[in-house]
């Protein structure tokens, strides 16, 4: 039980886009005083120069919750390195001349990077495939994803329409949007679930559900992954209760052909990586900020997460749509960009099965000097065009 604990509060530590119950416990991400907190990543490669103090004298560190901050009140201009490592959204208010540089931060993010865009400019953007998500509650009228969502199933959170989360639609996003996805054309069932219950019967049903509408399609629309940003079982989760429950439905949905991409220990295969805003198509520089576990049952492959997302919000009793940047991310954000790029290869290669297809995902990763793998779309997809002529 000791290392459990250990394990679980470096993962919480390195995770703050919520793969872990701990950041997601609560369904509206909209705290009214939020606080400022520090996230250790101590091998990114982007570090501010100097920290920055607010005229009160108090610290601002890189890697924080800066979201519906006012920070306004500081001795300098904080300066794009340092921005661009902060966890940040539109209600954050900035001085007048850090505004545009936070500003150009999450455009920039909104990018997935690493020649995603020339594969969509050459017409390689999921269209045609169908994929799933569970997660937190979300409204389907975001701009970067409405009529994307073939059906949304709300399986036991027990809130009102029109609820919504920070969570939900920032994976839909990474995985769909319109300007921020790795496979805006594909199509999605979404399946709502109440994280904040620690339970994983939740997940359980909902992967249930997504294996039974599943059999009742036909072929050609047949769910191809289901996306999880959740470790709703195994030594890393932090769920209290019918952690088997989870287990046991993922077997039945692999059982039935369906890829199941989640973050636990256990089946996981992601670990993040942070690429470069200014450079996001050069593979070489997306650094891994986490080496991710040691001897893990499955081989892993670095994901971009210093994204741009999706978000709502509902602080006045009416949902706002925009959007937010996080510096760090995690392997929340990591299951839905990589879900993505499978889609892309699936929709070049319907016929191939779940074992192939990730078999050339590593095949084809950019290698590291360390030997770690970083996802490397474009060749990933020049592979996947190789098996149509053999």
Same mark, same amino acid.
């Given at each position: 039980?000791?290392?459990?604990? +250990?394990?679980?509060?470096?993962?919480?530590?390195?995770?703050?886009?919520?793969?872990?119950?701990?950041?997601?416990?609560?369904?509206?991400?909209?705290?009214?005083?939020?606080?400022? #907190?520090?996230?250790?990543?101590?091998?990114?490669?982007? +570090?501010?120069?100097?920290?920055? $103090?607010?005229?009160?004298?108090?610290?601002?560190?890189?890697?924080?919750?800066?979201?519906?901050?006012?920070?306004?009140?500081?001795?300098?201009?904080?300066?794009?390195? +340092?921005?661009?490592?902060?966890?940040?959204?539109?209600?954050?208010?900035?001085?007048?001349?850090?505004?545009?540089?936070?500003?150009?931060?999450?455009?920039?993010?909104?990018?997935?990077?690493?020649?995603?865009?020339?594969?969509?400019?050459?017409?390689?953007?999921?269209?045609?495939? #169908?994929?799933?998500?569970?997660?937190?509650?979300?409204?389907?009228? $975001?701009?970067?994803?409405?009529? !994307?969502?073939?059906?949304?199933?709300?399986?036991?959170?027990?809130?009102?329409?029109?609820?919504?989360?920070? @969570?939900?639609?920032?994976? #839909?996003?990474?995985?769909?949007?319109?300007?921020?996805?790795?496979?805006?054309?594909?199509?999605?069932?979404?399946? =709502?679930?109440?994280?904040?219950?620690?339970?994983?019967?939740?997940?359980?049903?909902?992967?249930?559900?997504?294996?039974?509408?599943?059999?009742?399609?036909?072929?050609?629309?047949?769910?191809?992954?289901?996306?999880?940003?959740?470790?709703?079982?195994?030594?890393?989760?932090?769920?209290?209760?019918?952690?088997?429950?989870?287990?046991?439905?993922?077997?039945?949905?692999?059982?039935?052909?369906?890829?199941?991409?989640?973050?636990?220990?256990?089946?996981?295969?992601?670990?993040?990586?942070?690429?470069?805003? @200014?450079?996001?198509?050069?593979?070489?520089?997306?650094?891994?900020?986490?080496?991710?576990?040691?001897?893990?049952? $499955? !081989?892993?492959?670095?994901?971009?997460?210093?994204?741009?997302? =999706?978000?709502?919000?509902?602080?006045?009793?009416?949902? $706002?749509?925009?959007?937010?940047?996080?510096?760090?991310?995690?392997?929340?954000?990591? #299951?839905?960009?990589?879900?993505?790029?499978?889609?892309?290869?699936?929709?070049?290669?319907?016929?191939?099965?779940?074992?192939?297809?990730?078999?050339?995902?590593?095949?084809?990763?950019?290698?590291?000097?360390? !030997?770690?793998?970083?996802?490397?779309?474009?060749?990933?997809?020049?592979?996947?065009?190789?098996?149509? @002529?053999?």
């Amino acid at each position: 039980m000791k290392n459990k604990a +250990l394990i679980t509060i470096l993962l919480a530590a390195m995770i703050p886009a919520s793969c872990t119950p701990a950041a997601t416990s609560v369904p509206l991400m909209i705290p009214s005083t939020p606080t400022l #907190t520090f996230i250790p990543t101590a091998t990114i490669s982007i +570090l501010p120069t100097r920290p920055a $103090h607010t005229q009160s004298g108090m610290l601002i560190k890189p890697y924080q919750d800066v979201r519906f901050q006012n920070i306004l009140n500081l001795n300098r201009s904080l300066g794009e390195s +340092l921005i661009e490592t902060w966890w940040f959204n539109e209600a954050t208010i900035w001085s007048r001349e850090d505004k545009p540089v936070a500003q150009n931060i999450l455009k920039l993010g909104m990018n997935p990077g690493l020649g995603i865009r020339e594969l969509h400019a050459a017409g390689i953007t999921g269209k045609g495939i #169908t994929v799933a998500i569970i997660d937190q509650p979300m409204v389907l009228d $975001h701009p970067e994803f409405e009529g !994307k969502v073939i059906n949304y199933y709300d399986a036991g959170t027990e809130l009102p329409a029109g609820t919504v989360s920070m @969570h939900g639609p920032a994976v #839909t996003s990474l995985l769909v949007g319109e300007n921020i996805g790795t496979a805006p054309d594909a199509s999605v069932y979404f399946v =709502a679930v109440p994280s904040w219950l620690f339970d994983a019967q939740y997940y359980a049903d909902a992967l249930d559900w997504i294996v039974a509408r599943n059999e009742k399609l036909p072929e050609a629309s047949k769910i191809r992954a289901v996306s999880v940003s959740a470790i709703p079982s195994g030594i890393w989760s932090e769920y209290t209760k019918n952690n088997d429950a989870w287990d046991a439905a993922y077997k039945r949905a692999t059982e039935a052909g369906i890829l199941v991409l989640d973050c636990t220990y256990e089946q996981g295969i992601t670990v993040p990586c942070t690429y470069d805003p @200014h450079d996001p198509d050069n593979v070489a520089k997306c650094v891994p900020n986490w080496t991710g576990p040691v001897n893990p049952p $499955h !081989k892993r492959i670095n994901i971009p997460t210093s994204r741009t997302s =999706a978000t709502e919000d509902d602080g006045d009793g009416q949902v $706002h749509f925009s959007y937010q940047f996080s510096g760090d991310g995690g392997l929340s954000w990591s #299951t839905p960009y990589l879900t993505g790029v499978l889609a892309m290869g699936w929709q070049v290669n319907p016929d191939l099965t779940s074992s192939q297809i990730l078999d050339m995902l590593y095949a084809s990763a950019y290698i590291t000097e360390n !030997k770690m793998k970083v996802i490397n779309p474009k060749a990933f997809i020049d592979l996947v065009k190789r098996t149509i @002529h053999e």
